[in-house]
């Protein structure tokens, strides 16, 4: 079974510049998650999404939104990208959402490394 | 709100001995943890997961620990090998039902020197 799959998987934008993420979940997931690595704040939760509606979501501003398809793949976007917003972004998928125990396992992808300069 | 906290200096051991990392919560205890391995430039990858009813788990060379009254989980790698170099995350849910959400610790990265 194929696992979690983002792209691209480098980018680099400039300051003001809007960018979109792409995850294809491991076939069989409904629950999508985005993370936000960075050396200072580790891996911080940006939002989720279960079959195509978002279940919760981090303390991140309205600038980062995201959207899940009928066939589980998520997208998520960057508007007016700030130099801060330089990080990791991690997509994983699991079975469920929540507190389900074993069906809450997250798979990760190998992540976007976005610079932004 | 719930917090996790791991020691986020480097833990540097011989190889051949048992590396332990802490994984410390606030408030509630959650119904369980997850420990999880991550290589740089990669995703966490998942290793072992505790109930808040198992005192211990264990999995090959690795074993968790779940202390509810010290609000603490163990984390141990017997007989360190220089492949088990990696970061270590735990991570717990935070929220009950659906909107649940799981929260990860900043991870302590473990250095095994032959």
């Known amino acids: 079974k194929a696992g979690v799959t983002q792209t691209p998987r480098y980018l680099i934008k400039t300051r003001g510049q809007q960018v979109t993420l792409s995850c294809s979940p491991i076939?069989?997931?409904?629950?999508v998650s985005w993370y936000q690595q960075t050396p200072g704040q580790g891996l911080q939760f940006l939002f989720e999404y279960f079959s195509e509606t978002q279940r919760n979501k981090g303390n991140f501003p309205g600038r980062f939104s995201g959207r899940q398809f009928s066939n589980s793949r998520s997208e998520m976007n960057v508007s007016t990208l700030e130099l801060g917003d330089s990080a990791l972004y991690l997509c994983?998928?699991?079975?469920?959402?929540?507190?389900?125990?074993?069906?809450?396992?997250?798979?990760f992808g190998a992540g976007t490394r976005l610079s932004v300069l | 709100s719930q917090k996790i906290e791991q020691n986020s200096e480097a833990l540097n051991i011989q190889e051949g001995k048992t590396a332990t990392l802490t994984c410390n919560y606030t408030n509630y205890s959650p119904a369980y943890l997850q420990w999880y391995r991550q290589d740089p430039g990669r995703g966490p990858v998942f290793l072992l997961l505790i109930r808040e009813n198992e005192k211990e788990k264990r999995k090959e060379r690795l074993k968790v620990t779940f202390d509810t009254t010290l609000k603490q989980s163990l984390f141990h790698i017997t007989a360190s090998q220089p492949a088990d170099s990696a970061t270590y995350l735990c991570?717990?849910?935070?929220?009950?039902?659906?909107?649940?959400?799981?929260?990860f610790g900043q991870g302590t990265t473990l250095q095994v020197k032959p």
């Open positions: 991570a717990l849910v935070r929220g009950s039902g659906n909107t649940g959400k799981l929260i």
């Open positions: 076939s069989g997931h409904r629950s």
């Open positions: 994983a998928s699991s079975l469920a959402s929540g507190t389900g125990g074993f069906k809450n396992i997250q798979y």
